[in-house]
């Protein structure tokens, strides 16, 4: 979003507890502040990091503070009780899937203090009014948005030999996070059988990393199905691999609003996604691809058949996918929405502001 700020009137940096290694942000400073590896253990490494954040940010006196997931809002919170911050908006990313009986008495107990929190679905949206209390009226949904996608022509060919695949060879893929099993990617395993059965030449595409993808490479051969199953692992370029996908699938119990669903569909890519989260809210059932219940293996198994035997149906569901992400999920955009709260919070202020 930063690339689509003006500049001229907003100036943006970035506090990180963890380094930033993969996303480079021209122009914008990044200031990581690490733990410094003493006490770390809780609530002490907690107080300890409030300590140097609360320095970071007396040091630069920003006009809003923006935090993501929980010890960053957590923390955010803490400094504007302290007065060390005005303003303070937080994104909630997910339906709060690894938040506990703990996080949530936190962010009951101070839910009076954030001035506005941006949900990324209307699924998330109930999320929070249900379980931190929060009011509607300090509640705005911006949906997620990708930027405009570069076309591969025949390099497609070139990915396509990397990874072993044929010609006549019809490509199911996923991107996922193999740290948080709630994206059920087992699940995904449990469908290749009776998909091969089907079709014999899908061959499944798994982009990602994390502490599960041992367990899932384990489960692959003791299934039998290692040959049909690729894991590419993270890639920094990972859209020169949806340019080779036929069909894209998420398999997930919880989610808030995909990134990876919205660029799978932006590249005309049909999908076949659990209905959970913000989901619905991009994919309409029959027209841009396929919702299943979570959980339900041979459903999921069944529709992901029906788009690989059916080349014209893909091709429809495909370009409908396209354009709905045109349409309604540009960067662009979701950059001006963010900036419209900014704005409108700050009660018309002029100069250069800070966030």
């Given at each position: 979003?930063?690339k ?5 009137r ?9 380094p930033?290694t ?25 107080i300890r990091?409030l ?8 040091e ?7 935090t ?5 809002i ?6 504007k009780?302290?007065?060390v ?24 107990m101070?839910?009076g ?8 679905s ?15 009226e ?35 893929g ?14 995904f ?27 899932l ?5 003791s299934?039998?199905?290692e ?16 340019a ?23 590249y ?6 659990t ?10 059932d029959?027209s ?6 979570p ?6 198994a069944?529709?992901?058949?029906r ?17 709905r ?31």
């Open positions: 979003m930063m689509h700020w003006d500049r001229n907003w100036q943006a940096e970035i506090l990180s507890r963890a930033i993969s996303r480079i942000f021209p122009d914008v400073p990044v200031r990581y502040v690490p733990s410094d590896g003493r006490m770390n253990i809780y609530p002490i490494a907690q990091a300590a140097r954040i609360r320095k970071e940010i007396s630069r006196a920003p006009e809003i503070l923006h993501y997931f929980f010890w960053p957590l923390f955010g919170r803490l400094l009780l302290g007065g911050i005005r303003t303070l908006i937080e994104n909630r990313e997910d339906e709060g899937f690894n938040w506990g009986v703990h996080e949530y008495a936190w962010l009951r101070t839910s203090l954030p001035d506005r929190i941006i949900c990324v209307d699924a998330v949206k109930r999320v929070v009014m249900e379980r931190e209390r929060i009011e509607e300090r509640i705005t949904v911006i949906r997620n948005g990708v930027e405009p996608f570069p076309e591969f022509g025949m390099e497609t060919t070139k990915t396509r030999k990397e990874l072993g695949l044929e010609r006549r060879h019809l490509v199911v996923m991107v996922a996070n193999f740290n948080r099993s709630v994206k059920g990617v087992s699940l395993l449990d469908a290749v059988p009776q998909i091969v059965q089907a079709v014999p030449d899908a061959r499944f595409l798994l982009l990602g990393r994390g502490k599960e993808e041992k367990a490479r384990e489960k692959a051969g299934m039998g199905i040959s049909y199953v690729l894991f590419a692992g993270f890639r920094p370029d990972i859209h020169r691999y949806y080779i996908m036929d069909v894209s699938v998420l398999t997930s119990f919880s989610e808030g609003l995909s990134i990876s669903l919205l660029e799978s569909m932006g005309g890519i049909p999908v076949v996604v209905r959970v989260g913000g989901n619905p809210e991009v994919v309409s029959g841009t691809g396929f919702l299943v219940p959980g339900d293996v041979p459903a999921f069944e529709r992901t058949i788009l690989l035997r059916d080349r014209e149906l893909r091709k429809r569901m495909g370009e409908e996918a396209r354009r992400v045109e349409r309604q999920f540009r960067i662009h955009d979701v950059a001006s929405r963010y900036v419209e709260i900014y704005a409108g919070l700050l009660s018309g202020t002029g100069g250069r502001r800070h966030a």
